[in-house]
C-alpha cells in the first residue's frame, strides 16, 4: 500500500516562506515522476511542479516559476516543495503526487497521470 503524507503547511504573511514536505512508503521511490498540485476553494486543482525519478528535471508553473523549488531525498523517500514570496493566490490545499509509470515524464503535467495522492496540507498567505 502506497501512503504519501503532507506536512509543512501553514499560515503565513504575503512574501514569507514555508517547506512541504511528502514522505513517500514507497519501495521504488527513484524510478517515478513525482509532482506537487494544489486546489484553490471553487477552484480545480492545478499543476504546481513536477520532478522525474533522477532529479534531473523539473517543471513548474507560470504562476510559481522562479519563487518555488521542487526537490527529492532519496535516503528519506521525501518529496520538498520550497515555496518563497509567498502570495495571497498561492493559498490553497497543496497535494503531493505519485505516477506509478516508471520513466514516465511525457504526462506530468496532467493530474490523471498521478495514481496516488496525499491527504493535503493547508498553505494560507494572508495579504
Known amino acids: 500500500q502506497v501512503q504519501l503524507v503532507e506536512s509543512g503547511g501553514g499560515l503565513v504573511q504575503a512574501g514569507a516562506s514555508l517547506r512541504l514536505s511528502c514522505a513517500a512508503s514507497?519501495?521504488?521511490?527513484?524510478?517515478?515522476?513525482m509532482a506537487w498540485f494544489r486546489q484553490a476553494p471553487g477552484k480545480e486543482r492545478e499543476f504546481v511542479a513536477a520532478?522525474?525519478?533522477?532529479?534531473?528535471?523539473?517543471e513548474y508553473a507560470d504562476s510559481v516559476k522562479d519563487r518555488f523549488a521542487i526537490s527529492r531525498d532519496y535516503a528519506k523517500n521525501t518529496l520538498t516543495l520550497q515555496m518563497d514570496n509567498l502570495r495571497p493566490e498561492d493559498t490553497a490545499i497543496y497535494y503531493c503526487?505519485?505516477?506509478?509509470?516508471?520513466?514516465?515524464?511525457?504526462?506530468?503535467?496532467?493530474?490523471?497521470?498521478?495514481?496516488?495522492w496525499g491527504q493535503g496540507t493547508q498553505v494560507t498567505v494572508s495579504s
Open positions: 514507497f519501495r521504488n521511490f527513484a524510478v517515478n515522476t
Open positions: 520532478i522525474n525519478w533522477n532529479g534531473g528535471s523539473t
Open positions: 503526487a505519485l505516477d506509478m509509470r516508471a520513466w514516465d515524464w511525457s504526462s506530468r503535467l496532467s493530474s490523471s497521470s498521478y495514481t496516488y
